[in-house]
């Protein structure tokens, strides 16, 4: 049951949520207000845009109020600059202070990034988090004392052995890059999209993360991790048939007072058609 409900003293026969549904299940009769057919039901993606367009907020959907969402105006977001800023100066930290983050903070955070969009609108990640630091050095000495050991490792990772000894002897965190806290977002395989919902809802978190105070790392080396102690996905919790990707992060203990420069990073080409 979707709960589609229209307010009749507040709605204005506009059609803006007729011609914006991208299921195209909201009909509305000359004179009438807008529904949707019961047998219509189960094509509705569950993208609340009916309720987000409504400019009379007339419309409640699977027991959401408009009330209960965040007013937008044409100022309502960061400028341009300011967005620009946040994308070229978002730097991957590698040395955190030895501190857990507001639990707060990370409850808001997390509640942000779950409205990232994911395909079809399938909705279907987990976050999986280490919020504590204590949880995560007894992860990193178990991860380390697990590669000193193991006979997995594949030659381009051959380094992985020296991790441990890197960490004891040099202080030098290779794998964990000093971080407090870990964020794992996974996916069952068969939902439409689950590598790229997995990066989107990364990348929201990184962003927003910084915006916020917080250092992040993208953690690549964490995949190989997993392969070479296989049992480490169900010790952390990651829902055993997930794909998953992972971000270090935590409270900075550097700062960077520049950008760096790679706009020409990318090849641009103009398509051909
Ligand atoms: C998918 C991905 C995986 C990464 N994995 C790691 C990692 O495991 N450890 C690490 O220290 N940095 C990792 N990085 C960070 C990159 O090395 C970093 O983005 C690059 O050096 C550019 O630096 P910047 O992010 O500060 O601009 C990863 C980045 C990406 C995008």
Known sequence: MLDFTVDQKLCTHCGLCVRDCPARIIAMAAGSLPRIEPDQEAACLQCQHCLAICPAAAIEILGRKPADSLPLASNSFPTLDRMELLLRGRRSVRQYRDENVDPALLKRLLAAVANAPTGVNRRELTFTLIDDKDAMQRLREKV???????????????????????????????????????????????????????????????????????????????????????????????????????????????KYPRTVQRDNAAVLRRAKI
């Open 144 to 254: 380390l004392a697990g590669l000193d050991t193991a006979t997995r490792i594949p030659e381009r990772y051959s380094y992985l052995h020296e991790a441990g000894k890197a960490y004891r002897e040099h202080q030098n965190d290779i794998i964990f890059r000093t971080a407090p806290h870990a964020l794992f977002v996974s996916a069952p395989p068969d939902a439409p999209c689950p590598n790229q919902d997995i990066a989107i809802s990364l990348a929201y978190f990184e962003l927003l993360a910084q915006s916020a105070g917080l250092g992040t790392v993208w953690w690549g080396i964490a995949q190989m991790v997993f392969i070479v102690l296989p049992d480490l996905k169900a010790l952390i919790g990651i829902p055993p048939k997930h794909l998953f990707y992972a971000m270090l992060f935590g409270m900075p203990a550097v």
